[in-house]
């Protein structure tokens, strides 16, 4: 399994298009997790100007992922994907490291 | 060579010493079981105000932006929107809802004031920062240069100088020359303040309160408060092996403030009456059982007893327990396993009313 991050074609263009949306040209995509949730991690997900000193950078399809190294411990190895359509649920983050999630899906325990 | 392991003393201990305490190891702590008359220090507390050491209990100053934000996410109660002065009880929780502590968090302005149970405030500050990411907070461990007092009793808030405050609110408040951080925390079960002051003042502190006459009470009179006001206490009836709702921990959960470690088995549990046993009390008609001794109901496991006292209000032993949600109401008469025989016991309401 590789120990990075990476990005679907489909989640990379869908970031572009919400970054666009918000007139941002040079960013990144922060990915992220915090605590809460009913299972205790939950996905943070933004659009980022620019990386911080400690960040891991990944670049793949085109677009630049900024992790915090502590959020990274808890993402090695997932992969972002978006789900369109009428029953789509936008933004998935297939996390191998989650043993367990919450019944609507947004939180994890590891 | 064998360690002995050596019990930590607390700033009020030679103050305590020369009122005539007799002290016990207690959580690692070696805190006053009575000063002479246990049962004086106890109506003291519940017809004036008795004085109770509570600085074994942990005190962690919480700053940054974001200190209510996460300490929302990680426990049981809503705790976004208290303003300065305000406070609220809420349980840490594990995400199968189990009780990692009891925590009152009081908004000072400008600081987060939490106060953890004994032995508790470095597993506090472990999981607060286990679940710190990009926020901005920082958690420090304030138990060392500051004392924690407690005033219990009708008379507490008079003594004090103050207007009777609503739970976990706060207010600055003189004694001698000394300031302290009122609380209204009833740590007992009974109207009381918790005070924190600098290690400094507490000694100064604690002979104000004395000489305004409040009665300095030890750890054995506090139990027979604590137990007849049916409040759990830590490494007893709060652990990780019970939940909040089992422990009777509803004022501090609350059930539409969104989602929180542990909250979709909580919510679970109280939604489809799944709660497997509760905290119940229990009078002993005849004898006094050990803690952690079995429980039955027509010669089947029912549960097991956590604390055991003397009841000055009933005059028998009372001990607080876990027992079967079926068994668990008011009448209901229980066998104690106690050695190879049994005593009768019968649950009772709580808190137990003193005699008038």
Known sequence: MPLTISISEKAAKKAREFAQKDAVEDFGLRVGVKGGGCSGLTYTLSIDPESRPDDKVIEEN?????????????????ILEYDDGLNGKGF??????????????TSFSV | MQETAVSKTTPLYEAQAKAGAVF?????????????????????????????????????RVTGADGLDLLNRLSTNKLIGLTAGEGASTVLTTNKGRIID?????????????????????????????????????????TEETALLHVVGPEAAALLGASALSLYHACEVSLGDAQA???????????????????????????????????????????????????????????????????????????????????????????Y???????????????????????????????FLTSVVYSPALERALALGYVRTRHASSGQEVCIRSGDGLLQGVIVDLPVEPRA
Request: hydrophobic share 40%.
């Open chain 1, 62 to 78: 085109g677009i630049k992922l900024y992790v915090d190294k502590k959020s990274y411990v808890f993402l090695a190895g997932t």
């Open chain 2, 102 to 142: 009891l925590l009152p968090v009081v908004n000072l302005g400008g600081e987060l004031l939490v106060v953890t149970n004994p032995q508790a405030a470095e597993k506090v500050v472990d999981w607060i920062d286990l679940y710190t990411f990009g926020e901005d907070i920082q958690v420090t461990d304030i």
């Open chain 2, 24 to 60: 016990a190891p207690a959580d690692g702590w070696e805190l006053p079981s009575h000063f002479g008359d246990t049962i004086e220090e106890y109506r003291a507390a519940r017809q004036g105000a008795a004085l109770v050491d509570r600085s074994a209990y942990g005190r962690l």
């Open chain 2, 181 to 271: 951080q009122a609380v209204r925390a009833d740590a007992l079960g009974a109207t009381g303040y918790d005070l924190l002051v600098a290690r400094g003042q507490a000694e100064e502190v604690w002979n104000a309160l004395v000489h305004l006459g409040a009665v300095p009470m030890g750890e054995d009179a506090a139990e027979m408060l604590r137990v007849e006001q049916g409040a759990p206490r830590y490494g007893r009836e709060l652990s990780e092996e019970f939940n909040p709702l089992e422990a009777g921990l509803l004022p501090s959960i609350s059930f539409d403030k969104g989602c929180y470690i542990g909250q979709e088995v909580v919510v679970r549990l109280n939604t």
């Open chain 1, 92 to 105: 998935e983050f297939h996390n191998p490291n989650a043993k367990t999630t919450c019944g609507c899906g």
């Open chain 2, 273 to 303: 009456n799944k709660v497997q046993k509760r905290l119940v009390g229990i009078a002993v008609k005849d004898g006094s059982p050990l803690p952690e001794q079995r429980l039955e109901v027509d010669e089947k496991d029912a549960g």
